[in-house]
T-cell receptor
Framework: DVKVTQSSRYLVKRTGEKVFLECVQD?????MFWYRQDPGLGLRLIYF???????EKGDIPEGYSVSREKKERFSLILESASTNQTSMYLC?????????????FGSGTQLSVL | AQSVTQLGSHVSVSEGALVLLRCNYS??????LFWYVQYPNQGLQLLLK??????LVKGINGFEAEFKKSETSFHLTKPSAHMSDAAEYFC????????????FGKGTTLSVSS
């Protein structure tokens, strides 16, 4: 089965720090996604990528950037962490160019910004 | 742009009772529709999806959903709830085109009592 691995399960950072969240998938999927999950708000799309070096903004890209230098790795960057970015971050991947394919999710990174 | 509305953030049922979780969508093109489930302290996994063809879709663990274009709905049902069904359920929509992504609803928490 596909494995999507997020580098940290829990992360604590200070306001103003630059934060890197890493995600790696092992099934040669074209598409990769970053969502944040907050109680009562569901999953909100931050950024996604459908090819190496390609990126698209989601619904809430402000304060975030991404990098996809290799097909298997998709990094989320918080340029200057703020307390309102405390959240659960979920990475996902899927195959193909169309979006009727199943998403495979990582276990998530719970980020706390103090 | 597509969107998803899940009616009811919390649904409570007794073991053995019918489960009905409501989802309405908005999409400018024929949509692809999904239900994902998140068990406590686990990642999201696909329950079922509708892409084309038969409008009644069967998924894992006895769940099914029916795509009703006239009502723009994709409600999730299960005839008889089990304690193990307690989880958070997310409806999601995609317009299926390359370069787009899955948009999730805010989620419905299902509680099952004995």
């Amino acid at each position: 089965d596909v494995k999507v691995t997020q580098s940290s399960r829990y992360l604590v950072k200070r306001t103003g720090e630059k934060v890197f969240l890493e995600c790696v998938q092992d099934m040669d999927h074209e598409n990769m996604f970053w969502y944040r999950q907050d109680p009562g708000l569901g999953l909100r799309l931050i950024y996604f990528s459908y090819d190496v070096k390609m990126k698209e903004k989601g619904d809430i890209p402000e304060g975030y950037s991404v990098s996809r230098e290799k097909k298997e790795r998709f990094s989320l960057i918080l340029e200057s962490a703020s307390t309102n970015q405390t959240s659960m971050y979920l990475c996902a991947s899927s195959r193909g160019q169309a979006t009727n394919e199943k998403l495979f999710f990582g276990s998530g990174t719970q980020l706390s910004v103090l | 742009a597509q969107s998803v509305t899940q009616l009811g953030s919390h649904v409570s049922v007794s073991e053995g009772a019918l489960v009905l979780l409501r989802c309405n969508y908005s999409s400018s093109v024929p949509p692809y529709l999904f239900w994902y489930v998140q068990y406590p302290n686990q990642g999201l996994q696909l329950l079922l999806k509708y892409t084309t063809g038969a409008t009644l879709v069967k998924g894992i663990n006895g769940f099914e959903a029916e795509f009703k274009k006239s009502e723009t709905s994709f409600h999730l049902t299960k005839p008889s709830a089990h304690m193990s069904d307690a989880a958070e359920y997310f409806c999601a929509v995609s317009e299926g085109q390359a370069g787009t992504a899955l948009i999730f609803g805010k989620g419905t928490t299902l509680s099952v009592s004995s």
